[in-house]
């Protein structure tokens, strides 16, 4: 078996030039939710995946609101294809992009539905922009144990060109997994710092892809395989 590169996020992308093999770290589990939240006027949603997209989707003719914002390009595309209007998203897809370029007002009422495990900066900062917030957690993360076994085997097994990860969860999952075990194996890409920073916090080194997109984590990862003989 030739070397692959292991795609730990959901979306099945495919690539002519790589061998992809497509392992979720993440398993979702659907929520319920206090649907009277949904009988609110809202200035904005704001999308941040395209998880909270395919989640929410369901209660979207129940809601009230007047314009859409995402996080992400591709959450956008699949907004788009889903027949969702999108009316802002930012350059640079992170919380921090989105929030240099935030086109909401103090005063505005926006509804975020998220995982219950999203990172909690960007609603932390829309709060104290005085921009009254209504989270919903839709779904949670858990780890695809089955998964993460087999794609420690294959590194055993040597048979693992490189790891990549879109999140922090997944990185999280991993490696608690291993619980300090080590695989003499250092080849992971990542999208994101925030991603690249919680590798470090388990003493880990990765490449971050040049630009936030899983397109551009696997040119990343082809690269690396040919720099290292693959």
């Not at 194996?185 to 899983?214: C, W």
């Amino acid at each position: 078996m030739n070397p692959v590169i292991v795609m730990t996020h959901s979306s099945k992308i495919e690539s002519n030039d790589a061998s992809l093999l497509h392992k979720p770290f993440i398993k979702i589990e659907p929520l319920t939710f206090n649907q009277t939240l949904l009988s609110v006027h809202y200035d904005w949603i704001i999308f941040s995946s395209k998880n909270a997209v395919k989640y929410f989707k369901p209660f979207l003719s129940q809601s009230h609101f007047k314009r859409v914002a995402v996080i992400g390009k591709k959450t956008a595309a699949y907004c788009e294809k889903e027949g969702i209007e999108v009316d802002f998203y930012p350059a640079d897809y992170s919380q921090e992009g989105f929030l240099a370029e935030c086109p909401i007002h103090a005063g505005e009422n926006v509804l975020i539905p998220s995982s219950k495990a999203a990172r909690p900066y960007l609603v932390e900062q829309l709060c104290e922009d005085e921009i009254a917030v209504q989270k919903i957690d839709l779904y949670q993360p858990q780890p695809n144990l089955e998964n993460i076994k087999a794609v420690v085997q294959l590194i055993e097994n040597n048979e693992v060109a490189a790891v990549t990860f879109a999140s922090s969860s997944a990185v999280r999952y991993f490696f608690d997994y291993l619980d300090g075990k080590s695989l003499q194996f250092n080849r992971y890409i990542v999208i994101g710092k925030q991603t690249l920073q919680t590798m470090h916090q388990y003493g880990q080194s990765a490449i971050q892809s040049d630009e936030p997109t899983i397109d551009a984590m696997i040119q990343k990862a082809k690269e690396g395989k040919q720099n290292n003989g693959f």
